[in-house]
């Protein structure tokens, strides 16, 4: 019944879908790919039965099986009634479906002026690009706007409403790295050239779209404006003067090879008198294809040389971009200086806001290379603050730039991952978080000495290289310490370290923008990492900001098992040396460490009774011969008396019998296992007291 019931929608037979649910039909049933009446109504564009149906009961927010709703399919019809009886029914504005297409990015495609406007007055998200899930993503599927939508399917009405109406922005790009000019000039079998499409790309140009962009293929923009025999476009893209004209696709060719074996003299000779190089390679085409002209035109301009580089073998460093480095490596591509690099999504490593990370080789080298536009604020400022750290021990380190036309290229020593990555990738998490977090303070620190704030403290900005070691990178929106903004840059730093602590103890179980304010308390050590955190906190500019990572950095949280014990012994001795000796400090120090509540009173509880009646001593009275029994004595309920507890262990243990020993096994385990907040305790009552000697610091770091 549920196919007739779709059928007679489809027919548009509202007497008969009254019928059949009268019969019992069910509304809400689906079909084949999960389309049910209310979508089959939406596509039949009929508003009496979408009406109908939305009166007896049909979901307004059902999907088929692709997770479109039908708000979403109404946005291919255009019927702008009909999406406005869906937002009444509380269809969400931008909800998208599982290839991450909104009803705003199908009026676009479909070319439904009247739907994209009303959804754009009714606050769809222009810039909105696909979402799709990690598996399409790392397919670097998903991503396109509406923009590109238009300017895929030549609707250029569309392409200037969204740009000169909407805001829409043109230098977005999908998760393959094109931009609604690469999506212009690419045809397929469904979407072939036609002049909406060349419209569309020439008013992108004048809009100042990024031309350096390329297709799934490598090809450049400029290639693709020669297999599409735009004059005009050829023209424009060259005026613009951005691109490389010897530059090459994956298949090694370039765009005056693609003009010469389309025989279109006239874009060959733009492209000759603008300075593309000539070669043997080319002058063979043009005579295997008789034409004479060409021939011509080639010798004319003949190169004396070849700017391409020959690929040598060598081996890699890099596991994770060995394959990819070999194909570079093979590539003849022209070199950039000492720079040898070719900006195309497989050999991209990270996106960002202009030109992504790739992979490249700089003076023979495997590098990382980040493209910016050269006279951008936030290029001069990643390069002058990697110039004047290239000394450091923890930043990513500087190899070297190069420019060519609008471009600037800063080559960085090659990493495998992120922090982001290798929480979400690593099978084998092998590195510990203290481990991580000591490295990073190092970094900021480090840093900070160097005079620069890094302002933008994130997951993906700190990077693991092959052997495992961890370097801070990005620095494009670091900002030089003075003394009028000392306070405000080292500040942003330390609250994004608090940030950071949080991501790396809850080994990135939560995206970083989701993180709670607080450390979770099922988390290992939870409250030394929120003492920790709460220390990063400037609570006034009088604080000595300088000094405090340095401080931070011989936290008890970074120390060692051995060292916490060693505190905790120490701590316990300077207990029984004040009382031994009747020296006024015993006060001092018990008063210290005197609980404001009822911590530790039932430590006794804690400690196994064969461990604790083997810690009973005696002491002789005062005057009594040495030979004499003594009172016997156990330990009493305050903190002081578990530390010298503890103390007394560490110094009699090997005394004990084995059935204490195997109890105890390790002293350092046993007792930071039963009293994990111990060592947080006496840090936060005696760091500021003669007694934090005996904490590790810098100078000491080994102290245990």
């Known amino acids: 019944m549920a196919t007739k019931l779709n059928d007679a929608v489809k027919a548009g037979n509202i007497q008969l879908v009254r019928q059949l649910l009268e019969e019992g039909a069910n509304i809400n049933a689906h079909v084949e790919r999960g389309w049910t009446p209310l979508h089959s109504a939406v596509q039949r564009d009929s508003e009496e039965i979408v009406n109908f149906l939305l009166e007896n009961g049909a979901d307004p927010f059902v999907r088929k099986d692709d997770g479109a709703t039908p708000f979403i399919l109404a946005g291919i019809e255009g019927n702008v009634n009909i999406l406005k009886l869906f937002l009444d029914k509380g269809s969400d504005i931008n909800e998208y479906g599982i290839n991450g297409f909104t009803a705003f990015m199908e009026a676009a495609v479909y070319g439904r002026e009247e739907a994209l406007r009303f959804l754009h007055k009714n606050g769809a998200d222009v810039n909105q690009g696909r979402i799709v899930d ?31 109406e909407m805001d829409a922005d ?18 397929s079998e469904d979407k072939g050239w036609n002049k909406g499409k060349e419209e569309s790309a020439l008013f992108l140009l004048e809009r100042k779209i990024d031309a350096k962009k390329r297709d799934e293929n490598g090809k450049t923009v400029l290639m693709l404006a020669v297999e599409r025999e735009s004059q005009s476009l050829v023209k424009a893209i060259l005026e613009l003067d951005e691109v490389d004209l010897n530059d090459a696709d994956k298949d090694n060719t370039t765009a005056l090879q693609v003009a010469v074996k389309k025989k279109n003299n006239e874009i060959a000779a733009l492209l000759c008198e603008k300075g593309a190089s000539v070669d043997d390679d080319l002058l063979a085409i043009a005579r295997i294809t008789y034409n004479s002209n ?97 000394t450091s021990n923890h930043l990513v380190k500087f190899c070297g730039w190069e420019e060519r036309k609008t471009c600037l290229y800063l080559c960085l020593s090659l990493c495998e991952r992120n922090l982001q990555e290798y929480f979400k990738e690593e099978k084998k998490k092998t590195m510990e978080s203290e481990e991580i977090l000591r490295t990073v303070f190092q970094a900021v620190k480090e840093l900070h ?27 494009d929106k670091s900002r030089e310490i003075t003394d009028d903004i000392k306070y405000s840059i080292i500040s942003e730093d330390l609250q994004g370290l608090q940030k950071l602590i949080l991501y790396v103890v809850m080994r990135g179980q939560l995206d970083f923008e989701d993180l709670p304010t607080e450390c979770p308390e099922n988390v290992k050590n939870h409250k030394e990492i929120e003492d920790l955190r709460g220390r990063l906190g400037l609570s006034d500019q009088s604080t000595p900001a300088d000094d405090l990572l340095e401080k931070l950095i011989n936290h008890p949280y970074f120390w060692s098992k051995e060292q916490k014990y060693g505190v905790l012994k120490k701590v316990g001795n300077e207990i029984r040396a004040a009382k031994c000796c009747n020296k006024t400090s015993e006060t001092n120090i018990l008063e210290a460490l005197k609980p404001m509540d009822n911590s530790f009173r039932d430590w006794k509880k804690k ?41 007394n262990m560490g110094e009699h243990y090997n005394e004990k019998d084995d059935k204490v020993k195997d109890i105890i096994r390790d002293p350092a385990d046993y007792f930071l296992d039963r009293f994990p907040d111990l060592t947080i305790y006496i840090y936060q009552r005696l760091c500021n007291t003669e007694y934090s000697i005996h904490f590790p610091n810098a100078k000491n770091p080994s102290h245990s």
């Open 134 to 164: 990690e598996n399409k993503r790392a397919v670097k599927k998903g991503g396109a706007t509406a923009l590109m939508d238009a300017a895929n399917h030549g609707h250029f009405a569309l392409v200037k409403i969204l740009v000169e």
């Open 170 to 187: 043109v230098n977005i790009c999908d998760n393959k790295d094109a931009n609604a000019l690469v999506h212009a000039l690419v045809v």
């Open 294 to 390: 060409m021939i011509k035109l080639l010798q004319k301009y003949k190169s004396a040389f070849s700017p391409r580089q020959p690929g040598t073998c060598k081996e890699f460093s890099s596991i994770r971009w060995g394959s990819k480095l070999q194909e570079l490596n093979g590539m003849h591509r022209p070199m950039i200086g000492k720079l040898k690099i070719f900006p195309y999504q497989d050999l991209w490593i990270q996106r960002t806001t202009q030109g992504g990370v790739y992979l490249g080789f700089y003076a023979g080298e495997e590098v990382a290379v980040k493209i910016f536009w050269k006279g951008a604020e936030n290029a001069k400022r990643e390069k002058v603050c990697l110039e004047k750290c290239r």
């Open 449 to 475: 000495t160097f005079g620069f704030g890094h302002q933008e403290l994130h997951p993906s900005n700190i990077l693991i290289d092959a052997t495992g070691r961890i370097f801070l990178a990005d620095f």
């Open 607 to 647: 400690i196994d009774k064969t461990v604790l009646d083997s810690m009973f001593f005696l002491s002789t009275e005062k005057g009594q011969k040495g030979n004499q029994k003594g009172n016997k004595r156990s330990y009493g309920p305050c903190i002081t008396e578990l530390l010298k507890l503890i103390r």
